[in-house]
């Protein structure tokens, strides 16, 4: 069974910086496509980073410019650094990882950003 494990969330002032890790049970090279999300109170999940196999990436335009997503092969984990947060960033933030038409999700890390 497919085991993605978060960490790295926290409370946060606003233009604070944080990284989140997701650690995955299985070799990540195994999944098409990485990606991480977001859920605020009473919203949808929202995709925040994504990042294929080939290594290319994309980011909405509400966090162009101030999150990366990366990923280490030989730690099976991906990562999404988060610069310059703004308090519309809070939420739980998912990692999904997407194999044979179905995702794989993690259990949520909680962001909170602070005025």
């Known amino acids: 069974q497919v085991q993605l494990v978060e960490s790295g969330g926290g409370v946060v002032q606003a233009g604070g910086s944080l990284r989140l890790s997701c650690v995955t049970s299985?070799?990540?090279?195994?999944?098409?496509?990485m990606g991480w999300y977001r859920q605020a109170p009473g919203k949808q999940r929202e995709l925040v980073a994504l990042?294929?196999?080939?290594?290319?990436?994309h980011y909405p335009d509400s966090v162009k410019g101030r999150f990366t997503i990366s990923r280490d092969n030989a730690k099976n984990t991906v990562y999404l650094q988060m610069n310059s947060l703004k308090p519309e960033d809070t939420g739980v933030y998912y990692c999904?990882?997407?194999?044979?038409?179905?995702?794989?999700w993690g259990q949520g890390t909680q962001v909170t950003v602070s005025l």
């Open positions: 299985e070799n990540i090279n195994n999944f098409n496509r």
């Open positions: 990042i294929t196999t080939g290594s290319s990436t």
């Open positions: 999904g990882f997407d194999r044979a038409s179905r995702t794989y």
